[in-house]
């Protein structure tokens, strides 16, 4: 009996050691793998970028980083990620004449205004963005807009979703203060529709959107594009191309 009680107890102890060693190799695989996806973006160049989606400089902004970043060929150097800024934080929900809002904003005339919007086509032309402004364009309240970038991240999707939002803006005439219209943008880049718009009422993401954007108010940024290299050096305004192309150049031999 006493023999058949050891035979077990040993079993036992067996099975434990097994369960422990699996469980450590498991445990060791996953830290070689965060160690390797760490060291993967501490590879990259991190840009972080502040900026609002109805604003007409963070969209010529982009482009040029863009232009700069794919005439570098550096697309798998860089790891790019989006923070929230209103320019327009009272504004409505459903949002005002954006011409109206304009000229009471910057004291402009009818003529003033045409003559602005029209120096910010053609440098968006030259950029390589299409600004179609009409008469019944509305500035809506954006905050949604950066709910749903948020909830792109987790999909990696954040920039695809903040491109479509400027074109859908600037370009295609579509109010994104809208609901129906964010659903289908988010069809559009590949995002679930249904729970992304679910995102909009959710108290911690609200909250954490709010968050984020006051942190970044919190370091000085009141000015929008803001754009950060590396968490060091920061870049204000849609600089030029070749100016993107120098930083990027710099920061990426500093890591070899």
């Not at 120096?119 to 179609?132: H, I, L, Q, Y």
Request: glycine residues 4%; hydrophobic residues 40%.
């Amino acid at each position: 009996m006493l023999r058949r009680i050891n035979k077990l107890l040993i079993l036992i102890m067996i099975l434990k050691i097994s369960f422990i060693s699996a469980n450590a190799l498991a445990a060791q695989k996953e830290t070689v793998a965060e160690s390797v996806a760490s060291s993967k973006s501490e590879d990259k160049i991190r840009i972080d970028i502040v900026s609002d989606v109805v604003c007409p400089w963070c969209a010529v902004g982009y482009k040029r980083l863009r232009q700069a970043i794919d005439e570098l060929e550096f697309q798998d150097k860089v790891d790019i990620h989006w923070h929230p800024f209103q320019l327009n934080p009272d504004m409505p929900q459903e949002g005002i004449n954006a011409d109206q809002y304009l000229m009471n904003k910057l004291r402009l005339s009818p003529e003033e205004l045409k003559q602005k919007r029209s120096s910010v086509a053609k440098t968006g032309e030259d950029s390589g963005f299409t600004f179609n402004y009409y008469e019944e364009m509305k500035k809506p309240n954006t905050f949604h807009a950066h709910v749903l970038l948020d909830y792109a991240k987790a999909f990696n999707k954040q920039t695809e979703l903040k491109v479509r939002l400027q074109e859908s803006y600037f370009s295609e005439k579509k109010n994104i203060g809208n609901r129906k219209v964010l659903s289908s943008i988010l069809k559009e880049v590949g995002l679930d529709a249904v729970e992304g718009i679910a995102r909009l009422d959710d108290a911690e993401a609200i909250k954490r959107v709010k968050n984020d954007e006051k942190y970044w108010k919190d370091l000085g940024v009141h000015s929008i594009p803001t754009m950060v290299f590396d968490k060091r050096v920061a870049r204000r305004g849609a600089n030029p191309v070749e100016a993107y192309k120098a930083l990027l150049v710099a920061l990426h031999n500093e890591k070899k």
